[in-house]
């Protein structure tokens, strides 16, 4: 069935409780399982000669972006490491979340994407967007959406 999952994390509770589910699936059906996280993508926005005060180089960006990559992803990482499903994680910057999920099941040849939802609906999700709802319309891989209770 399948044999390459894609579980997608943006470090949240609601991505932290997914984990144990997926991970237990991956287990159940004998599929490796790809982490991913995606950090924003690097950018300055300078107006004229005015830089914020606050920029950071692109090393530094690109430090820490790493360093949250590696944070979001070790619970499944240490998840599939206790179950003894083969694990790799990968992480992509990017200005939309739910592309950059879409690319990674591609470039990886995941044949499942397993992610929570927030399942936010009315204002709140015209406003703040679905991540789930947009790889689900979008992808061309299966999706299993994990809604916590």
């Known amino acids: ?50 830089f914020p005060p606050n920029l950071i180089s692109r090393t530094e960006w690109n430090k820490q972006s790493k360093a949250t990559a590696e944070k979001f992803l070790s619970p499944i990482e240490k998840a599939a490491k ?3 499903v083969p694990y790799q994680a990968y992480h992509k910057e990017s200005m939309s979340p739910w592309q950059a999920i879409v690319d990674a099941a591609r470039r990886k040849k995941c044949d499942l ?37």
Do not use: C, N
Request: net charge positive.
């Open 1 to 50: 069935m399948y044999k390459h999952i894609l579980m997608p994390t943006d470090g949240s509770p609601l991505s932290r409780k997914a984990i144990k589910d997926g991970i237990a699936l991956a287990k159940a059906l004998r599929a490796r399982v790809t982490g991913f996280y995606s950090p924003e993508q690097y950018e300055v926005l300078a107006y004229g000669e005015y």
């Open 82 to 84: 206790a179950a003894r």
């Open 113 to 149: 994407i397993f992610m929570a939802s927030h399942g936010r609906s009315g204002i709140p999700g015209i406003l703040l967007g679905s991540q789930a709802g947009k790889v689900l319309s979008h992808s061309k891989v299966p999706v299993l959406v994990h809604k916590s209770k």
